[in-house]
């Protein structure tokens, strides 16, 4: 194939630093180390302030609950003492989900700055495209066709989103791959694999379909034991081969033309990236489901604090970690009496905001 060639709307990120100072303009060396070293403190303050309301509310979420456990005797707890109860309860009952909802986060959110920033569009989210409906298809296979759990489930989570992934890949590619008919190819798989999800349930036993109900919505509830530490393990594994390839993503967010001129090899790259944020979809969604909407929400809401710069990778997996976290808490609750599981708070956080982003984008358009 050749050179890909990515067409997109108007919110494109990096697409500020394509353009070029006006003819005749000098450039000074120290005001731009100065614009870089401000960047850099605000990623970094983006950073630190996500990961300290992460943990304000990690904090909440191990003091609410029926068997109610103080915040003091909670730091108590996790400082190495604490009362028998009050141990069980932390680390056994509550500690395992707050970790769940944030790596789940964490993946989601990396996969969905990696799609955005590779594809130069703002709804390229593996929810939107179909990625997580592939993954949530290819577990829910194992589980109901072959009766799979654990790591098989993970590895036919991975395949059924890298299948779609290619699927997709192959149908939007004319002489280039573009990005608007990527997004409705990917749509049309999403309505695709959920529908082969409902039939899968519709025809299994009452109790083998209540099994893999949660991967129709999404939930952190039950992550615990092997399947916690294959998701953190995963997610770890495409966090450091991601770290390794971020120096693609500035680029490829300029355009194919600017990361040519650059020394990017844009089709090898970009088909690395889509490969390891289809990998961290599947690690996150064999264990949760499909959370609705983080991928999408978050890169974006990364962008808006760091100035949208750039794919904002580390920002964006702060959000995300908090946006997982902070739902996951408010599902359990903000309704007395009432508990909602994570992909619903999600969908209904994220329904708003994407009409809100279509809207904004046909006005900017006309």
Same mark, same amino acid.
Not at 38 to 52: E, L, N, W
Not at 320 to 332: E, F, H, I, M
Not at 360 to 366: N, Q
């Given at each position: 194939m050749g050179a890909a060639r990515v067409t997109t709307g108007p919110e494109v990120p990096g697409e500020r630093l394509a353009r070029p100072a006006p003819s005749g303009e000098r450039i000074d060396a120290s005001a731009i180390g100065a614009v870089r070293r401000?960047?850099?403190?605000?990623?970094?303050?983006?950073?630190?302030?996500?990961?300290?309301l992460a943990a304000a509310i990690a904090l909440a979420a191990l003091s609410f609950g029926a068997a109610g456990v103080t915040p003091d005797r909670v730091i108590s707890v996790l400082l190495g003492g604490g009362e028998r109860i009050d141990r069980f309860v932390v680390f056994d009952l509550r500690l395992p989900r707050i970790l769940a909802a944030l790596v789940v986060g964490v993946a989601f959110a990396l996969a969905g700055a990696v799609f955005q920033s590779t594809l130069r569009n703002p709804l390229a989210s593996p929810d939107i495209l179909g990625i997580s409906a592939g993954a949530s298809l290819g577990a829910v296979w194992a589980i109901l066709g072959i009766g799979a759990g654990g790591a098989i489930v993970a590895g036919s989570a991975f395949g059924g989103g890298l299948v779609v992934a290619i699927v997709i890949w192959l149908a939007a590619w004319r002489q280039g791959l573009h990005g608007v008919r990527f997004v409705l190819v990917g749509v049309g798989m999403a309505y695709l694999c959920g529908s082969v999800v409902a039939w899968l349930l519709a025809r299994a036993e009452v109790r083998e379909a209540q099994t893999a109900l949660h991967w129709t919505v999404g939930s952190v509830a039950d992550v615990r034991g092997d399947e916690l530490w294959l998701l953190v393990v995963g997610t770890a594994a495409c966090g450091v081969v991601l770290?390794? =390839? /971020?120096?693609?993503?500035?680029?490829?967010?300029?355009?194919?033309?600017h990361a040519r001129a650059l020394g990017v090899r844009t089709d090898a790259a970009r088909v690395a990236l889509l490969v390891v944020a289809v990998a961290l979809v599947a690690f996150a969604t064999s264990v949760a489901g499909p959370i609705a909407f983080v991928a999408l929400i978050a890169p974006a809401v990364a962008r808006r604090l760091v100035g949208r710069g750039g794919a904002a990778v580390g920002a964006a997996a702060?959000?995300?970690?908090? =946006? /997982?976290?902070?739902?996951?808490?408010?599902?359990?609750?903000?309704i007395p009496g009432f508990t909602a599981p994570l992909g619903v708070v999600t969908g209904v956080i994220g329904a708003p905001y994407l009409l809100w982003l279509l809207a904004?984008?046909?006005?900017?358009?006309?």
């Open positions: 401000a960047a850099r403190r605000r990623r970094v303050s983006v950073v630190v302030v996500g990961a300290g770290v390794f =390839l /971020t120096r693609a993503l500035r680029p490829l967010a300029l355009g194919d033309d702060v959000v995300g970690g908090v =946006l /997982t976290l902070g739902a996951d808490v408010a599902g359990q609750f903000a904004r984008t046909e006005r900017t358009r006309a």
